[in-house]
C-alpha cells in the first residue's frame, strides 16, 4: 500500500520490476526529490524551490536495496517526479556512526588524527564515504562523531539511482534534523534537551546544549511500540553519560513519532522523578522539509567532498580530452599544410623540369655576364681600392711652398716600395748663393721638413749637400737631398 499527502489517498502497490521503468525527465512541478530511508520505512516528497509540493510513503518495509528500488519506482510514478536531484535522509544498518575523542591543540592535528582513523577503519572494513561531525568536548578534549557509509553501498545505491536518470546531491544522517528540531525547544529554563525520536525499527536519542552542541547523539534497536520499558533504559543511561560527562542536568525529554503518546506513561514511569515529558507530532516529512533547506555544501552532507572531488577530476578529464582534440586538430592541420607544401613543390618541380632547356640557356649566359662584371669589379678594385695616395702631387707642392725663390729645382723623384712598404724621394737643385750662404738655406729647407706633417727623414750621404759650381758663375751652387718620407 502507499499513501499520498495532503489527503492520504491509499491506492495499490505497483508490482515490482526487476528493471528500472523508463521516465522522462526534465522540469516537471517540482525541483528536489527528498527520500527519507530509515531503517525500513521510506518516504518522499518533491519540492519546488523548498517549497512543499507533494508526499509520498511506502507501506512495504524496504531494508535492502532491491526493496529500496522496487518502492522507489512506485513513489516516482505517484509522485510524478520529472526532475534529477535527490536528497537522502539515511538511517541504515550499513550507515554506521562512531564517536572519536581527538586532540584539541590544533585544527590540523585535529584532521590529521581522524584521517588517521578513517584510513586504519578502511584497511578493516574497505573504502568509506566519511564525513566529522564535532560535538561537544570531554573534559576538553575535543570530540568529533564520524559518518562512515561504505563506498560498495554507496555505488550500489547511486547507480540504481542512476537507471532512474537521478542524481544524489546530499546525503544527510538523521541526527541532523533531530538536532535543527530540538534546537527550537532550548531555551534559558531548559539549558539541555533529550529528543527521543522514532526512526523505522529503532529508535534515535540526541541531546543538545542551549549553544547547540551536541551533548551525544545514538541510535538503539527497538521502539516504544515493541519495548516501552527498554526505550526508558537507554533513555535513563543517555541522560546518566550527559551528567557524568558533560556536566548536563537534562530535565526535559521530548518524545516524537507514531505512538509516543500512548508510550509516554510507561517510559515516564521509567525514568524517575524530576523530569519533565512532552510528546511532539513530527513525522518524517517534516523532517524532509528541514533536510531540503540545508546547502549543498553542508559540514554533515556525507557527499559533498566527494562530488566536489569528482566533479574536478570529471573537469580535468574534460579539459584533458579537449587539449587533445585540439592537439589533434593542430596534427591534423599541420599535416594538412604539409600535404599542401608538399603538392605545391611537385608542382614547381613539373615546372622547373619543363623548363630545363631554357633555365640552362639563361645559366649560361648568366655565367657570361657574371665573369665580365668580375672583371669589371676587379679593374675597378686597382683603380680605385688599389692605387697609391697621391703623395708625390703633396710632397711637391709642400716643397714649393717653402723654398725660397733663388732655389730652382732640376730633379724631383718620389717612389714606394712595395717590398720595404715605405715611400722615399730625391730632390736636386740649384741655387744662387755663395756657399756660406747656400749652406744655411738648405739646412732651414731639411728643418722645415723634418718637422712636417709628412716626417721626413734624410739619408746622410758622403757627398756634400752643396757643391761648388763649375760654371763662369761663382754664385751657382748644386744641392742633393735624399730621404724617405712617413718615417715614424
Not at 380 to 398: C, G, T
Request: aromatic share 6%.
Amino acid at each position: 500500500m502507499t499513501t499520498l499527502a495532503p489527503d492520504r489517498q491509499e491506492t495499490k502497490s505497483a508490482p515490482r520490476k526487476a528493471r528500472a521503468p523508463d521516465r522522462a525527465t526534465g522540469r516537471g512541478q517540482a525541483d528536489t526529490l527528498a527520500i527519507a530511508w530509515t531503517h525500513g520505512q521510506l518516504h518522499a516528497a518533491t519540492y519546488r524551490r523548498s517549497n512543499l509540493v507533494a508526499t509520498w510513503e511506502s507501506s512495504d518495509k524496504a531494508t535492502t536495496l532491491e526493496q529500496f528500488g522496487s518502492a522507489l519506482d512506485v513513489g516516482l510514478k505517484t509522485l510524478n517526479y520529472r526532475g534529477t536531484d535527490v536528497v537522502l535522509l539515511l538511517a541504515h544498518d550499513q550507515f554506521t556512526h562512531q564517536t572519536e575523542a581527538c586532540p584539541s591543540f590544533s585544527e590540523g592535528a585535529t584532521k590529521a588524527y581522524l584521517r588517521g582513523r578513517i584510513e586504519r577503519h578502511e584497511e578493516e572494513y574497505g573504502p568509506v564515504l566519511s564525513v566529522a561531525q564535532p560535538v561537544a568536548p570531554i573534559r576538553k578534549e575535543a570530540q568529533h562523531l564520524l559518518h562512515l557509509l561504505p563506498h560498495s553501498f554507496y555505488h550500489e545505491l547511486n547507480n540504481l539511482l542512476l537507471a532512474r536518470h537521478l542524481e544524489i546531491s546530499r546525503i544527510i544522517p538523521t541526527n541532523v534534523p533531530l538536532e535543527l528540531e530540538i534546537s527550537d525547544q532550548v531555551d534559558d529554563s531548559r539549558p539541555a534537551i533529550l529528543l527521543a525520536a522514532r526512526i523505522g525499527d529503532s529508535t534515535a536519542l540526541i541531546a543538545c546544549r542551549q549553544n547547540g552542541e551536541i551533548l551525544l547523539s545514538r541510535t538503539t534497536l527497538g521502539t516504544w511500540s515493541d519495548d516501552p520499558s527498554r526505550v526508558a533504559v537507554e533513555i535513563n543511561r543517555s541522560l546518566l553519560y550527559a551528567k557524568q560527562q558533560h556536566g548536563a542536568a537534562i530535565d526535559h525529554i521530548i518524545l516524537t513519532g507514531k505512538e509516543a503518546e500512548e508510550a509516554r506513561p510507561e517510559i515516564e514511569s521509567k525514568c524517575g522523578e524530576g523530569k519533565s515529558f512532552a510528546v511532539r507530532d513530527t513525522d518524517p516529512i517534516n523532517r524532509l522539509s528541514a533536510t531540503v533547506r540545508l546547502p549543498l555544501r553542508h559540514p554533515v552532507n556525507l557527499v559533498a567532498g566527494y562530488l566536489r572531488k569528482k566533479r574536478s577530476n570529471h573537469f580535468l578529464r574534460r579539459v584533458i580530452l579537449i587539449s587533445c582534440w585540439f592537439l589533434f586538430a593542430l596534427l591534423a592541420l599541420d599535416t594538412w599544410i604539409d600535404e599542401q607544401d608538399w603538392s605545391a613543390e611537385q608542382t614547381r618541380m613539373s615546372t622547373l623540369g619543363a623548363n630545363e632547356d631554357s633555365l640552362h640557356e639563361t645559366y649560361d649566359r648568366m655565367l657570361v655576364r657574371n665573369a665580365g662584371a668580375a672583371r669589371n669589379r676587379s679593374f675597378v678594385k686597382q683603380v680605385v681600392d688599389d692605387r697609391l695616395p697621391p703623395v708625390p702631387d703633396r710632397f711637391l707642392a709642400y716643397v714649393a711652398s717653402i723654398v725660397p725663390r733663388e732655389v730652382q729645382l732640376s730633379h724631383f723623384l718620389v717612389t714606394w716600395n712595395n717590398e720595404s712598404k715605405d715611400w722615399t724621394f730625391r730632390i736636386e737643385g740649384t741655387l744662387e748663393a755663395d756657399p756660406e750662404t747656400a749652406r744655411m738655406t738648405i739646412r732651414s729647407i731639411r728643418r722645415q721638413l723634418s718637422k712636417s706633417p709628412l716626417q721626413v727623414r734624410f739619408i746622410e750621404s758622403v757627398r756634400p749637400e752643396v757643391e761648388l759650381s763649375l760654371a763662369t758663375e761663382a754664385t751657382l751652387q748644386r744641392f742633393t737631398l735624399e730621404g724617405g718620407l712617413f718615417e715614424f
